[in-house]
């Protein structure tokens, strides 16, 4: 029969060896608190220094350009019924159009956008329809120029949107375009304001055309140049797979003004309608 005295020794030893066997995990639980805890603080810095790093370091430049040659021919059949008759006329031209980009990222929000162009054209001798010469540089020119911030990222933090809420704003000089293109799609000044909810985009803009262009009307006066304001929206749907329902409107009013000795109007509104799929 034991004695106390090695009831006390094997207690002690139990104890012992029950102390052993917690001490590891002790030991792990602890060291995984403390790398925890250091990952936290890591964080914390991290983002102190965000707030302290100079805006530059948020900032993302792109450039890049491109070149199209293009050659044209016309084969001008003689017309026979003018006194004299006129003769056969074949045209040649040669054409290169040039152009170059910037662009500027802040922090995923803000973007910055221009685009320069230049077209050079040369004409066979004799085939330049106009008294300019037969070939020469048309002239560097804004081609797009614009600034676009993406409302959703901005306001994320702030007013905590959903994640199906998108949402972006750009203005300045920039290509537009309704449906496919055919009622309207060209470079124009104006703004944009994008928003998406879900499977429903929509989508307003308020243009006016660049005044260098010619107008699409060329045979009233003055038609190397145009003003023409454009007002309008398209709403789609996209919840469906390879289709994209949509519907737009848009307004185009006429601001030019012609001098002409002949009592005619060349005054054109137009309102577009389009549904498409």
Same mark, same amino acid.
């Given at each position: ?60 430049? @792109?450039?890049? %350009? ?9 084969? #001008? *059949? ?5 006194? &004299? ?51 020469r540089w048309e002239g560097l020119e804004i081609d797009q120029a614009y600034y676009s911030v993406d409302l959703g990222e901005l306001l994320r933090d702030t007013l905590k949107p959903s994640k199906a809420f998108e949402s972006n704003f750009s203005i300045g ?25 879900? @499977?429903?985009? %929509? ?9 260098? #262009? *010619? ?5 009233? &006066? ?24 949509y519907f737009f409107y848009m307004r185009q009013s006429d601001h030019n003004t012609e001098r002409t000795e002949v009592l005619q109007d060349f005054g054109y509104d137009s309102y577009y309608l389009g549904l498409g799929i």
């Amino acid at each position: 029969m034991p004695t106390k005295s090695t009831l006390l020794v094997a207690a002690v030893a139990i104890f012992l060896a029950m102390c052993l066997c917690a001490a590891p995990a002790f030991a792990q639980t602890t060291t995984r608190t403390e790398l925890e805890e250091e990952a936290r603080k890591d964080i914390e810095r991290e983002a102190e220094l965000r707030e302290k790093m100079p805006w530059t370091q948020d900032v993302g430049f @792109d450039y890049g %350009g491109w070149t199209r040659i293009s050659y044209y021919y016309w084969e #001008d *059949e003689p017309v026979l019924l003018t006194i &004299p008759p006129t003769k056969p006329n074949d045209r040649f031209l040669r054409e290169v159009d040039a152009r170059v980009w910037a662009s500027m990222d802040v922090s995923g929000v803000h973007n910055f956008y221009l685009r320069l162009k230049d077209i050079y054209r040369d004409y066979s001798s004799g085939d330049n329809p106009a008294d300019d010469p037969e070939d020469r540089w048309e002239g560097l020119e804004i081609d797009q120029a614009y600034y676009s911030v993406d409302l959703g990222e901005l306001l994320r933090d702030t007013l905590k949107p959903s994640k199906a809420f998108e949402s972006n704003f750009s203005i300045g000089r920039q290509f537009m375009y309704l449906g496919t293109g055919l009622a309207f799609n060209r470079v124009v000044d104006g703004f944009s304001l994008m928003t998406r909810f879900g @499977d429903v985009r %929509g989508r307003l803009f308020g243009a006016e055309s660049n005044h260098d #262009d *010619e107008d699409f009307d060329t045979s009233r &006066p003055g038609w190397e140049h145009t003003s023409r304001t454009f007002w309008g929206g398209q709403v789609d749907y996209l919840g469906i797979q390879r289709h994209t329902p949509y519907f737009f409107y848009m307004r185009q009013s006429d601001h030019n003004t012609e001098r002409t000795e002949v009592l005619q109007d060349f005054g054109y509104d137009s309102y577009y309608l389009g549904l498409g799929i």
